[in-house]
């Protein structure tokens, strides 16, 4: 087993980080162009779409992590009228702007810098509705889906609509402008998504934060919380997260979990070996991200995630690391001893295994379970 004040040593020393080269691309989608940012790798792309009003640079603290583990091709982009692309000057009335001209803006920049293959999708709220569309449209390509607080198709029911209306000044937004077009289209973008699924096929997580809009009224967050929670228990293939104590942008509150779940979806479309050599890379990526953002108490979860999907591979030296090295990052937190706990019994070292149940006990006294695994413990 490797002594974690090496693997320190590795994670202090690596200015080893490669920074990945990115490729700034303007695409012409039909006379006029289209940002792209391309990160090129090998392996399945990561086609990450923004929320409504955002451009493409809202991913770019979390790329090249997720570059450096996976190596594959990360592609970002602005939707016309956004950011760095230009807005088309060939429609002429407002509806011509709506979403399903977005796709299609989409897919003809994507071909032409060739992806046009299988494509794993990424979104942040309004964003979702892109993936949606994306997604039925090419059920065959789309491998994986991570959605991150993603506005769910059947929020906007029509008393909110009109609620929204009420408040929304559109002689206030400049005209013409993505953001513009963007509310113009609103509704009747909210009423052509409103019943449409995602393909039962294609896995799903869905990260859903505990506080994605602190401002709305009660009656909008609590039917936002719960149709989050819907989708997840309705589904077999989606598997909902609580991003605990985090924001909409779950991505700026909690980029650790938001990194290692984009590399364990994309570890799930690779070969075996692959993903071997994926989960290696993955257990350093999530080391580094914990001492980064130990004082947020971030990436506890992550660390803890990892660990057992070791013990589900039956790799219990790997997940023995990972728990021990949570223990010590994070001395305060019960269930990082009760994890840990559970590994050592796992390993027949029932003497350290009982101590850090103890440990786990003291800091948190209701915890039930781990009073039952101690009893049955000492009893035997």
């Given amino acids: 087993m490797r002594h974690f004040y090496l693997i320190f040593l590795v994670i202090f020393s690596l200015s080893f980080s490669l920074h990945a080269q990115s490729q700034d691309t303007l695409v012409d989608v039909g006379g006029y162009k289209m940002y792209f940012n391309i990160m090129k790798g090998k392996g399945t792309p990561i086609l990450f779409e923004a929320g409504g009003g955002d451009d493409s640079s809202v991913w770019n603290n979390i790329l090249e992590k997720i570059h450096n583990v996976t190596g594959t091709t990360l592609i970002t982009y602005d939707r016309s009228g956004f950011g760095q692309s230009e807005l088309n000057p060939n429609l002429k009335n407002d509806s011509d702007f709506g979403i399903e001209n977005g796709i299609k803006e989409l897919e003809t920049g994507l071909s032409k810098l060739g992806y046009n293959n299988e494509v794993i999708l990424v979104s942040h709220s309004y964003g979702g509705l892109y993936n949606l569309l994306f997604a039925r449209k090419h059920p065959e390509k789309v491998l994986s889906i991570i959605l991150i607080d993603a506005t769910p198709s059947d929020f906007w029911n029509e008393e909110l609509l009109t609620m929204r209306d009420m408040n929304i000044d559109m002689s206030a937004i400049k005209k013409p402008s993505g953001d513009y077009y963007l509310n113009s289209n609103f509704n009747e973008t909210m009423r052509y998504t409103r019943i449409m699924q995602f393909p039962e096929n294609t896995p799903i997580t869905n990260i859903f934060p505990e ?65 071997n050599a994926l ?80 440990k786990s006990i003291e800091l948190n006294p209701e915890n039930e379970n781990g009073k039952k695994v101690l009893r049955q413990m000492q009893q035997e």
Wanted: aromatic fraction near 8%; glycine fraction near 4%; avoid cysteine.
């Fill in 211 to 275: 506080n994605s809009f602190p401002s709305f009224p009660e009656i909008l967050s609590n039917r936002w919380r719960k149709l989050h929670k819907d989708l997840g228990e309705n589904k077999d293939n989606v598997k909902n997260i609580i991003a605990k104590g985090s924001g909409h942008a779950v991505f700026q509150d909690n980029p650790a979990l938001i990194i290692n779940t984009i590399i364990k979806a994309y570890s799930e479309t690779v070969d075996e070996d692959q993903q």
């Fill in 279 to 358: 989960l290696h890379k993955a257990l350093d990526n999530a080391i580094e991200l914990s001492i980064e953002t130990k004082v947020n108490n971030r990436s506890e979860h992550d660390l803890n995630e990892l660990g057992y999907s070791f013990l589900r591979n039956e790799e219990l030296d790997k997940a023995l690391e990972v728990f021990k090295l949570t223990a010590i990052l994070y001395p305060d937190s019960f269930n990082a001893y009760d994890s840990y706990g559970e590994a050592l019994l796992m390993a027949n070292k029932k003497e350290e295994a009982i101590e850090m149940y103890e």
